[in-house]
């Protein structure tokens, strides 16, 4: 008799199943059938755990922007440097991880993957903005940072970032003067001193740096 795997067991595998083939076809044109068929269960087993293939997306989501919550939490719970400090520190931990993650990612943003990548950048927003306008609110109170408005201002950063600065070609001429700018209002936005977060410019000049060329 096969021995019938626990149900946290059994849900992570879907999960697992379920990511691999939404972001290498598309999650469009995945069918139910075929994560039963991947993972060799039947479909009431899969109903058992998941009510649609939606509820599989979501849950692969929420492990994904889970996982980057707790790095931001954990760091900033062991980080005693200054707002500055924090602020980067928190970034750090919160970017996309070498290996799956950064696999997950390259695959979230072809074309077939529309809705999950908007998804998935909606829940992402979502837990990143009070972890990081948590450190904005302790440099208000140390006088690091100006800013009424710590959430709102962190939205637009987050999302002129995801929108503008992901898709930006390293070796285009314009390039050095959208980074400079994009950091200069970031400082206006939180209220911050004039080249306090230069630092920002190091982070996308390596992430450029690390990032495979793409064949035409």
Same mark, same amino acid.
């Given at each position: 008799?096969? *021995?019938?795997?626990?149900?946290?067991?059994?849900? %992570?595998?879907?999960?697992?199943?379920?990511? +691999?083939? !939404?972001? #290498?076809?598309?999650?469009?044109?995945?069918?139910?059938?075929? &994560?039963?068929?991947?993972? /060799?269960?039947? *479909?009431?087993? $899969?109903?058992?755990? !998941?009510?649609?293939?939606?509820?599989?997306?979501?849950?692969?989501?929420?492990?994904?922007?889970?996982?980057?919550?707790?790095?931001?939490?954990?760091?900033?719970?062991?980080?005693?440097?200054?707002?500055? @400090?924090? $602020?980067?520190?928190?970034?750090?931990?919160? @970017?996309?991880?070498?290996? /799956? @993650?950064?696999?997950?990612?390259?695959?979230?943003?072809?074309?077939?993957?529309?809705?999950?990548? @908007?998804?998935?950048?909606?829940?992402?927003?979502?837990?990143? &903005?009070?972890?990081?306008?948590?450190?904005? +609110?302790?440099?208000?109170?140390?006088?690091? $940072?100006? #800013?009424?408005?710590?959430?709102?201002?962190?939205?637009? &950063?987050?999302?002129?970032?995801?929108?503008?600065?992901?898709?930006?070609?390293?070796?285009?001429?314009?390039?050095?003067?959208?980074?400079? %700018? !994009?950091?200069?209002? #970031?400082?206006?936005?939180?209220?911050?001193?004039?080249?306090?977060?230069? !630092?920002?410019?190091?982070? $996308?000049?390596?992430?450029?740096?690390? *990032?495979?060329?793409?064949?035409?």
């Amino acid at each position: 008799m096969t *021995k019938q795997k626990a149900a946290p067991v059994r849900r %992570a595998e879907i999960l697992d199943v379920a990511e +691999r083939l !939404f972001v #290498t076809q598309g999650y469009e044109q995945t069918s139910v059938q075929q &994560v039963l068929d991947a993972v /060799g269960i039947a *479909k009431g087993t $899969f109903y058992h755990h !998941f009510a649609s293939k939606e509820a599989v997306m979501e849950g692969i989501i929420d492990r994904y922007v889970s996982a980057i919550a707790a790095r931001g939490e954990q760091v900033l719970a062991q980080h005693e440097g200054g707002p500055h @400090q924090r $602020f980067l520190a928190a970034v750090l931990a919160m @970017q996309v991880q070498p290996g /799956g @993650q950064e696999q997950m990612l390259t695959e979230l943003n072809k074309p077939q993957n529309a809705l999950f990548h @908007q998804r998935t950048a909606e829940r992402t927003m979502a837990i990143a &903005v009070p972890i990081l306008a948590t450190v904005v +609110r302790e440099g208000v109170d140390q006088g690091a $940072f100006r #800013t009424d408005y710590p959430e709102e201002a962190l939205e637009l &950063v987050l999302h002129y970032t995801a929108q503008v600065l992901d898709d930006l070609d390293p070796q285009h001429a314009a390039t050095p003067r959208k980074l400079i %700018a !994009f950091v200069h209002h #970031t400082e206006l936005l939180l209220g911050a001193e004039p080249g306090s977060l230069a !630092f920002i410019l190091d982070l $996308f000049t390596n992430a450029s740096a690390a *990032k495979p060329e793409v064949a035409p």
